[in-house]
C-alpha cells in the first residue's frame, strides 16, 4: 500500500482553489491575487496554487471559467454604462433616478444567481467526481479478481497438461510391452511347431513278443 504524500491536494483544496479563481475572474481581478488568497486559506505557496490550477485544476472548470469570463465583461458593461448615465444626469440626484437604481438591483440580483449557480455546478461535479472515482475503484477490483481468475485457471491448466502428457507417456510405455509381448508369443508358437514337426519326423520303434524292436510307421 502506497503512502499518501503529506503536501498531497485534497479534493476539498482543489475545490476551493477553483471557487476562490473562479470568483477573482468575474470581479475582473488577477488570477495571482486569487492564488494568494488561496495560499492564506489553505497554508500553501501563491506559487503551488499557481501550478496546481495550470496544470490540473483548470482542464477540469473550462465551462465555469467561460461563463465568469461572461459574467466578468457583463460586470464591465454595466459599470461603463452606470458612469455614463451618472454623468450625463449630474441634475439629478441618485434618489431622482429610479431606473438607474432599479437596474443595479437587478444586476446583482442576477449576477447573484449565476454565482450560486456556479457553486452548484462545482459541488455537483465534486460529487460526480468522487462518484467516478469510486466507479473506477470498483472496476479496477473486477480487473483484478478476473486477472487472479485468469492467473489460477492459468495454473489449472497447466497441470492438467502436465497430467495428460504423463498419460500419453504411460501409454506409450504400455503400447510398446504390449508389442513387445506379441512378438514374444508369436516366437514362441512358431518353436513350438518347429518342435512338434520334428517329433512327428523321427522314427518310432516298439518291441514285439519276442523282444525284438520294429519300426512303427
Same mark, same amino acid.
Given at each position: 500500500?502506497?503512502?499518501?504524500?503529506?503536501?498531497?491536494?485534497?479534493?476539498?483544496?482543489?475545490?476551493?482553489?477553483?471557487?476562490?479563481?473562479?470568483?477573482?475572474?468575474?470581479?475582473?481581478?488577477?488570477?495571482?491575487?486569487?492564488?494568494?488568497?488561496?495560499?492564506?486559506?489553505?497554508?500553501?505557496?501563491?506559487?503551488?496554487?499557481?501550478?496546481?490550477?495550470?496544470?490540473?485544476?483548470?482542464?477540469?472548470?473550462?465551462?465555469?471559467?467561460?461563463?465568469?469570463?461572461?459574467?466578468?465583461?457583463?460586470?464591465?458593461?454595466?459599470?461603463?454604462?452606470?458612469?455614463?448615465?451618472?454623468?450625463?444626469?449630474?441634475?439629478?440626484?441618485?434618489?431622482?433616478?429610479?431606473?438607474?437604481?432599479?437596474?443595479?438591483?437587478?444586476?446583482?440580483?442576477?449576477?447573484?444567481?449565476?454565482?450560486?449557480?456556479?457553486?452548484?455546478?462545482?459541488?455537483?461535479?465534486?460529487?460526480?467526481?468522487?462518484?467516478?472515482?469510486?466507479?473506477?475503484?470498483?472496476?479496477?477490483?473486477?480487473?483484478?479478481?478476473? /486477472?487472479? #481468475?485468469?492467473?489460477?485457471?492459468? &495454473?489449472?491448466?497447466?497441470?492438467? +497438461?502436465?497430467?495428460?502428457?504423463? =498419460? $500419453?507417456?504411460?501409454?506409450?510405455?504400455?503400447?510398446?510391452?504390449?508389442?513387445?509381448?506379441?512378438?514374444?508369443?508369436?516366437?514362441?508358437?512358431?518353436?513350438?511347431?518347429?518342435? /512338434?514337426? #520334428?517329433?512327428?519326423?523321427?522314427? &518310432?520303434?516298439?518291441?514285439?513278443? +519276442?523282444?525284438?524292436?520294429?519300426? =512303427? $510307421?
Amino acid at each position: 500500500m502506497s503512502a499518501i504524500r503529506q503536501d498531497a491536494w485534497s479534493d476539498e483544496d482543489d475545490l476551493i482553489l477553483a471557487e476562490v479563481t473562479l470568483r477573482h475572474i468575474r470581479e475582473g481581478s488577477t488570477q495571482l491575487s486569487a492564488f494568494e488568497e488561496v495560499g492564506e486559506r489553505i497554508g500553501r505557496t501563491a506559487a503551488a496554487c499557481g501550478f496546481r490550477w495550470n496544470s490540473f485544476v483548470r482542464k477540469k472548470y473550462e465551462a465555469a471559467i467561460q461563463i465568469a469570463k461572461a459574467q466578468r465583461q457583463k460586470r464591465t458593461q454595466l459599470k461603463k454604462h452606470a458612469a455614463v448615465s451618472i454623468s450625463g444626469s449630474s441634475s439629478v440626484g441618485l434618489l431622482d433616478a429610479p431606473e438607474l437604481s432599479t437596474g443595479k438591483t437587478e444586476s446583482f440580483t442576477e449576477e447573484t444567481l449565476s454565482i450560486d449557480a456556479v457553486i452548484r455546478f462545482l459541488r455537483q461535479w465534486r460529487n460526480t467526481y468522487q462518484d467516478m472515482n469510486r466507479h473506477i475503484k470498483n472496476l479496477e477490483k473486477e480487473l483484478q479478481d478476473k /486477472e487472479d #481468475e485468469l492467473d489460477r485457471l492459468g &495454473r489449472e491448466n497447466n497441470k492438467l +497438461n502436465k497430467q495428460v502428457n504423463e =498419460v $500419453e507417456t504411460d501409454y506409450r510405455v504400455v503400447n510398446d510391452d504390449y508389442k513387445a509381448l506379441i512378438q514374444i508369443m508369436d516366437r514362441a508358437r512358431k518353436m513350438a511347431f518347429l518342435v /512338434e514337426e #520334428e517329433e512327428e519326423e523321427k522314427p &518310432r520303434f516298439k518291441m514285439d513278443a +519276442n523282444g525284438n524292436l520294429e519300426r =512303427v $510307421e
